[in-house]
């Protein structure tokens, strides 16, 4: 069983490895919850709209809803660890899972680091309540969202659930 559903949906945890000069998403932001982020071993940066955070281990740092925001490794040449709590949960566990299978089987395009088929992308930054900040709101609104609910109208979520997420 999940975090998010022992918790009754309040919280969930993901842990996340990120390998020297590794980074996370581009700055983005989440509506429907925020994100605590931990340090478990190295020096995870998170990047803010006017500010950095370099958070060692068992420091932690908080990260409101629409809040931009990014994060990396702070280092070029230890890994960094860390956990980041979500509040209330939101499907991010489930999303991450699927990623993770597409990219295992192939599905990501190495050049770009993003998945090959855009409904998966909209799928994922969907589960996710992820929004890009530098890609213009009609865009995401119109297009992505669009496009995530042509991929649940036609069960491609499910599917998805269904093949990666045990």
């Known amino acids: 069983m999940n975090l998010a559903r022992k918790s009754g949906g309040k919280y969930e945890y993901i842990e996340v490895f ?3 000069k ?5 700055l983005h932001y989440h509506r429907k919850f925020e994100e605590t982020f931990e340090t478990v071993d190295g020096e995870l940066k998170i990047l803010l709209a006017n500010e950095e955070k370099i958070l060692p281990p068992s420091e932690s740092f908080t990260v409101k809803k629409e809040e931009h925001h990014a994060f990396l490794n702070a280092s070029d040449k230890h890994p960094v660890t860390f956990r980041v709590k979500l509040t ?7 999303s991450m899972r ?3 299978g597409l990219a295992a089987d192939g599905e990501i395009d190495e050049k770009k680091g993003t998945l090959k088929n855009p409904m998966h ?3 994922a930054l969907d589960m996710q309540d992820t929004r890009l900040v530098h890609v213009p709101k009609f865009i995401q609104k119109f297009m992505l969202d669009r496009l995530a609910k042509k991929a649940k109208r036609k069960g491609i979520d499910q599917q998805l659930i269904k093949k990666y997420v045990k």
């Open 22 to 26: 590794g980074a996370g998403p581009p």
């Open 121 to 123: 992308t909209a799928l």
């Open 18 to 20: 990120l390998p020297p």
């Open 98 to 100: 699927i990623i993770y």
């Open 88 to 94: 209330p949960a939101n499907n991010f566990e489930t």
